[in-house]
């Protein structure tokens, strides 16, 4: 899988380790978050980048992005996991995307300033299965929240 780095060198911050990542899961996925769970996810992810994907085609980039992160069917797509990017730009989003894609990173502070400057929401590991739990940044609102899948 080819990732590629969107920032400059100096100011690019490291996307999540493996293990940041099963903790971020694993608490998404308790039945009740505490505010120390939320102070955890947005600490982790405040000082991370997430993985997106980039259309290889001009047009389709053109089209399908907004500063450089995925939007598909009106939000922002991001993730922490490279592999669910992946998995998400080739069972979702090749259809209207194009299969040829770049899986890029970009800094979370980034993508938050993009969907406030846009008024847009940002899914966060949406995966589209059914009960499956993500985060939503809503840009108009600032604020971030737990979303449970329910369409099948």
């Not at 993009?114 to 108009?140: N, P, Q, S, T, W």
């Amino acid at each position: 899988m080819d990732i590629q780095e969107t920032t400059q060198p100096s100011a690019q911050k490291q996307p999540l380790s493996p293990q940041e990542i099963r903790t971020v899961k694993s608490i998404l996925n308790q039945p009740l978050l505490l505010q120390k769970d939320w102070d955890c996810i947005k600490s982790l992810l405040q000082s991370r980048s997430l993985f997106t994907v980039h259309p290889a085609d001009e047009a389709l980039f053109r089209r399908f992005t907004i500063d450089g992160v995925l939007y598909d069917q009106d939000v922002l797509l991001a993730f922490t996991d490279p592999e669910d990017c992946e998995e998400y730009g080739r069972r979702y989003a090749a259809v209207r995307i194009g299969r040829e894609f770049a899986i890029v990173t970009v800094p979370y502070d980034d993508i938050i300033r993009i969907a406030e400057h846009h008024e847009k929401d940002v899914y966060i590991d949406m995966r589209k299965e059914f009960e499956e739990r993500y985060l939503v940044y809503d840009g108009k609102r600032k604020t971030l929240h737990l979303c449970i899948n329910q369409n099948m």
